[in-house]
């Protein structure tokens, strides 16, 4: 999803589709968009991700330390 000039909170990119059999994401770069708010905790819940791009957004807030249980996070 990455430079669909996407807009609003990140919440909705993780209720798609298109997840890994496990029903994971393995890669997700939602960067160059226009997302604000914060970094929302349902990220974390993923139980394997590889990387996880959200620069060139405007998000605020904190980064939930949470995503630190995502064991191969990039």
Same mark, same amino acid.
């Given at each position: 999803? /990455?430079?669909? /000039?996407?807009?609003?909170?990140?919440?909705?990119?993780?209720?798609?589709?298109?997840?890994?059999?496990?029903?994971?994401?393995?890669?997700?770069?939602?960067? /160059?968009?226009?997302?604000?708010?914060?970094?929302?905790?349902?990220?974390?819940?993923?139980?394997?991700?590889?990387?996880?791009?959200?620069?060139?957004?405007?998000?605020?807030?904190?980064?939930?330390?949470?995503?630190?249980?995502?064991?191969?996070?990039?």
């Amino acid at each position: 999803l /990455h430079s669909n /000039h996407l807009t609003g909170p990140i919440t909705a990119a993780f209720s798609m589709k298109g997840r890994s059999p496990e029903g994971n994401f393995d890669i997700v770069d939602l960067s /160059h968009n226009k997302f604000t708010g914060s970094i929302p905790l349902n990220v974390s819940q993923q139980k394997s991700m590889d990387q996880l791009v959200l620069s060139h957004n405007s998000l605020n807030g904190a980064i939930p330390s949470s995503l630190g249980t995502i064991q191969r996070l990039t």
